[in-house]
């Protein structure tokens, strides 16, 4: 396999405040890397795709404007909540795509906004 | 619309048997069918993937069992572990390394 690793493991900030989400592929480049979100028992819901060096592509009903995504190298995007609220908690995880094209997740970021 | 439809949402298995997860899909453009085990709090793992080339695909105690004409595909996992209870996804995506869809999540209870 793969490995993807996704930093902080779980956060609570306080609400109006911006938390950077990082997503890092340790042993391979990405070209192209995926934002989801996952609300307890339920399933993953595709946010954005997150290309190097080019604009991050929002799905519907995403508001691009609070989550900013930066694909800044082959190694690494993040993702920005900015003026958080108790409602954009959520179990926030990224994906890399390797050059097989095979998706490899991250561990995952639990996001608690008080 | 829900484009990749799952079932059962939970399924209880004996020790050493056989689970059985069924996924269906709508989209024919579709190429790209693989498996996910996720574990509560953590990311999801890549168990298998199967295109729809190949009917079958075995690694393991994992099949993918895929047909084509039905839109349908299914996950085995044989002799069933209480190390197997997790949360089980299937996916598809037009192609390899594009974005996934997921169904909504099986979750597998093994007793022993």
């Known amino acids: 396999g793969a490995v993807v690793s996704q930093h902080p493991s779980w956060v609570i900030c306080k609400s109006g405040t911006s938390v950077k989400i990082e997503c890092r592929s340790l042993?391979?480049?990405?070209?192209?890397m995926f934002w989801y979100r996952q609300f307890p028992k339920q399933s993953l819901m595709l946010m954005a795709t997150?290309?190097?060096?080019?604009?991050?592509?929002?799905e519907q009903g995403v508001e691009k404007d609070k989550f900013l995504i930066n694909h800044a190298s082959l190694t690494l995007s993040t993702l920005t909540v900015t003026s958080a609220h108790p409602e954009d908690s959520s179990f926030y995880i990224c994906s890399a795509v390797k050059g097989t094209g095979l998706t490899f997740f991250g561990q995952g970021t639990r996001l608690t906004v008080v | 619309q829900q484009q990749v439809k799952q079932s059962p949402q939970s399924l209880i298995v004996q020790k050493g048997g056989i689970s059985i997860i069924n996924c269906a899909y709508e989209n024919t453009a579709f190429d790209y069918f693989p498996w996910y085990q996720q574990f509560p709090g953590k990311g999801p793992a890549l168990l298998i993937a199967?295109?729809?080339?190949?009917s079958e695909k075995k690694e393991g105690r994992f099949t993918i069992s895929f047909n084509k004409s039905a839109k349908q595909f299914s996950l085995h996992i044989m002799d069933s572990q209480p190390g197997d209870s997790a949360t089980y996804f299937c996916?598809?995506?037009?192609?390899?390394?594009?974005?996934?869809?997921f169904g909504k999540g099986t979750t597998l209870s093994v007793s022993s």
């Open positions: 199967i295109r729809p080339d190949v």
């Open positions: 996916a598809a995506s037009k192609q390899a390394g594009t974005a996934l869809i």
């Open positions: 997150s290309n190097e060096g080019s604009k991050a592509t929002y």
């Open positions: 042993d391979f480049q990405a070209t192209t």
